[in-house]
């Protein structure tokens, strides 16, 4: 083999090693959305956090008036919040308070049950995935 060539074969070589090597890199950092999903805050806070809320208006065919609008909280869900796009920060420290009960107010025994779930699945850092991905939800 000519010594050009030799040197393009390792290169090439080395190009295929990082490229196999690099996505294994990205797969380290926890993925917040699939977290989100992972960690059934799905269930109570709603598809990016955007909470358990009504996909469109309804008007009472005869009034004419509302009976919900789009946005509105499915019944049962009234005082579960929404999350997206809220503070970074304030939503992983509100994460800490209710699983450490340090916040026991409204609904949040609610979110306390799945405590036990979360100290078994989810790491810190997961946790701030989390709340860094549902901060960037628009
Ligand atoms: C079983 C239902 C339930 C699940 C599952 C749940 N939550 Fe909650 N969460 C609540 C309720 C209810 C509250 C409101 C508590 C209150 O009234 O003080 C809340 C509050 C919060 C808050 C504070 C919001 C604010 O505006 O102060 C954050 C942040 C939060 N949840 C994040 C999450 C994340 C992240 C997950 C998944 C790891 C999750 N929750 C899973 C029910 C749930």
């Given at each position: 083999m000519k010594k050009s060539t030799y040197l393009i074969t390792s290169l090439l070589g080395i190009l295929a090693m990082i490229s196999v090597a690099a996505p294994s890199f990205a797969a380290d950092a926890p993925d917040g959305k699939a977290l989100y999903v992972k960690l059934t805050c799905i269930g109570c806070h709603g598809?990016?956090?955007?909470?358990?809320?009504?996909?469109?208006?309804?008007?009472?065919?005869?009034?004419?008036?509302y009976k919900y609008r789009k946005g509105d909280p499915m019944p049962g869900?009234?005082?579960?919040?929404?999350?997206?796009?809220?503070?970074?920060?304030?939503?992983?420290?509100?994460?800490?308070?209710?699983?450490?009960?340090?916040?026991?107010?409204?609904?949040?025994?609610?979110?306390?049950?799945?405590?036990?779930?979360?100290?078994?699945?989810?790491?810190?850092?997961?946790?701030?995935?989390?709340a860094k991905y549902l901060s960037q939800v628009r």
């Open positions: 598809p990016e956090g955007k909470g358990m809320v009504r996909k469109r208006d309804r008007k009472d065919k005869k009034t004419g008036e869900f009234e005082a579960y919040p929404k999350l997206a796009g809220q503070n970074e920060v304030y939503l992983y420290n509100q994460m800490q308070d209710i699983f450490s009960g340090k916040r026991s107010n409204g609904l949040s025994a609610a979110m306390l049950g799945i405590k036990t779930f979360i100290d078994s699945t989810a790491s810190d850092e997961d946790l701030r995935a989390v």
